[in-house]
């Protein structure tokens, strides 16, 4: 009587834990258990670690572009040696895939817009928003002066210059520049560039605005991020809504091109309208966002719409206008003497 009762207590017991160690207690055959590191394994090589540190930075699928790099660098060698024979005698030439980039300034000079503008400007670009790298030579024609640049806008493209700093040509996929301005036209001009390569159907306003952008920009400390600033353009921008012609925001974003007659006016009022994205931290996410929904939203608006949960821009609107004013009375104030 007395075993039956204790076999009663504590049988369940001992089947619970029988179960418990069959199923837990035991590492099945499709977990894998986890592997108790050795001596060997804990203590680690420091020389062999940092001598890994490059060739881990090479990525993985590093080996399989190689051939697209090789046609690249290939076709580039061809645009330089096809520039070299319209362009003049004094004009120099050097070859960094993709770009090819000449002008009337040295190769060290060249070098230099290459290292210190035309890269870093690229790279930041690149993790804001651009997937797609160029796979075709980029041709960056940077003049130092006035009278150089306008010469080579004659000569290759009949262009009269007289009003503007820079062009691309974006069947040639070519760049000319005054850099003796500054950088900020060759960064319009190589955000364009690049932008083409990423997201070719891009609707003339975002374009524009974004470009225009970059021509007054600095960079973030780290230099991983450019930072667009309030520029000139500005005046065009206030001008308009002093005289009650700046249209609104869905009719910019709705045209399928910026008339040349309203150019002035319609550029600002792009930029600025990505300068108010940027200060929200929405310009990158609503680029990719666009990029991904543009063949059934070629203008962006729908996503525009979606971004700021509304059924029109008119809200937006309103708010961008009164962020415009208060960014004017913010660049006008006097900078206090320390
Ligand atoms: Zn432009």
């Known amino acids: 009587m007395l075993w039956r009762a204790i076999i009663l207590f504590v049988g369940p017991g001992f089947l619970i834990a029988g ?40 990525p993985a699928s590093a080996a399989r572009t190689l051939k697209d790099r090789s046609r690249l660098s290939t076709a580039c060698d061809e645009r330089a040696r096809q520039l070299g024979t319209l362009l003049t005698e004094t004009d120099r030439i050097i070859v960094r895939p993709p770009f090819v980039i000449a002008g009337n300034v040295s190769e060290t000079k060249l070098d230099h817009q290459y290292t210190q503008t035309v890269l870093p400007t690229m790279r930041a670009l ?15 024609l940077l003049y130092s002066n006035e009278r150089a640049y306008r010469d080579t806008s004659w000569q290759l493209d009949h262009r009269n210059t007289a009003s503007y700093y820079g062009y691309y040509i974006r069947t040639d996929r070519r760049i000319v520049a005054n850099i003796g301005t500054g950088d900020g036209t060759l960064s319009h001009e190589l955000t364009h560039a690049l932008a083409h390569f990423d997201f070719p159907n891009m609707p003339e306003w975002f ?4 470009a225009s952008l970059y021509e007054e920009a600095d960079f973030s400390e ?69 990029r991904g929904h543009a063949a059934s939203d070629p203008s962006g608006l729908r996503t525009l719409c979606e971004m700021f949960g509304t059924d029109n ?10 962020w ?15």
Not at 23 to 46: H, K, L, M, W, Y
Not at 207 to 210: A, I
Not at 313 to 322: A, E, P, T
Not at 324 to 338: C, K, T
């Open 126 to 140: 690149n993790l804001a928003y651009f997937d797609h790298a160029p796979d075709e030579p980029l041709t960056l």
């Open 222 to 290: 780290d230099g991983l991020q450019l930072v667009g600033l309030s520029n000139w353009r500005l005046n065009h921008l206030l001008n308009a809504m002093q005289k009650r012609r700046l249209g609104t925001l869905e009719s910019l974003v709705s045209a399928r091109e910026i008339r040349v007659e309203r150019q002035a006016v319609e550029y600002a009022h792009a930029r600025y309208f990505c300068l108010y994205l940027q200060e929200r931290g929405l310009l990158p996410f609503f680029y990719r966002k666009f």
């Open 324 to 338: 415009v004013i208060a960014l004017y009375e913010q660049v006008r104030r006097p900078v206090p003497h320390e």
């Open 313 to 322: 821009l008119d809200s937006v609107d309103r708010n961008y206008r009164q």
């Open 207 to 210: 374009d524009e605005g974004l």
């Open 19 to 58: 179960c418990y160690f069959l199923t837990v207690g035991r590492p099945s055959q499709n977990v894998q258990a986890a592997p108790v590191a050795t001596a060997a394994e804990r203590d680690f090589d420091i020389d062999a670690l940092h001598a890994g540190v490059e060739e881990g930075l090479v």
